[in-house]
Nanobody, 131 residues
Framework: QVQLVESGGKLVQTGDSLRLSCTAS????????IGWFRQAPGKEREFVAA????????YYADGVKGRFTISRDNYKNTVALQMNNLKFEDAAVYYC????????????????????????WGQGTQVTVSS
C-alpha cells in the first residue's frame, strides 16, 4: 500500500513557475507509476502528467506539454511536477496518484491518463493563479 502527500501549492501570478511534490510512504514506491491530475471548481478531474515506475517514460496532457515536467526520485520516494509559465487556466487542486501496472499489461499512454487506472490518491494541493 502507498500513502501520498502533495505539497507546494500556493498563489502565483501568470507566467510564474511552481514546483509541486508528491511524497510517498511505503517500501514499494519504486514499483508504482505516478500520475498528476487536477480539478478546477465545477470541472471534472483531468489528467496532467504521469511517469512510469522508473521515470523512463513520461506522459503529458496536450495543454501542459512544453511547460510542465514530471520527474521522480525513487530513493527519496518523491515525484515532482515542475510547472513553468503558469496560466490562469492551470489553477486547480492538484492530486498525485499511484498505480502498479501489471508488467504484462504493457500500459500505454491512455492507461496512464485514465484516472480510473489509479489505486491510491493524495489529498491534493491548491494552485491558484492570478493575473
Amino acid at each position: 500500500q502507498v500513502q501520498l502527500v502533495e505539497s507546494g501549492g500556493k498563489l502565483v501570478q501568470t507566467g510564474d513557475s511552481l514546483r509541486l511534490s508528491c511524497t510517498a510512504s511505503g517500501r514499494t514506491f519504486s514499483r508504482y507509476a505516478i500520475g498528476w491530475f487536477r480539478q478546477a471548481p465545477g470541472k471534472e478531474r483531468e489528467f496532467v502528467a504521469a511517469c512510469s515506475w522508473s521515470g523512463g517514460s513520461t506522459y503529458y496532457a496536450d495543454g501542459v506539454k512544453g511547460r510542465f515536467t514530471i520527474s521522480r526520485d525513487n530513493y527519496k520516494n518523491t515525484v515532482a511536477l515542475q510547472m513553468n509559465n503558469l496560466k490562469f487556466e492551470d489553477a486547480a487542486v492538484y492530486y498525485c496518484a499511484a498505480v502498479m501496472f501489471d508488467p504484462e499489461q504493457r500500459a500505454n499512454s491512455a492507461d496512464y491518463a485514465d484516472l480510473k487506472s489509479y489505486e491510491y490518491w493524495g489529498q491534493g494541493t491548491q494552485v491558484t493563479v492570478s493575473s
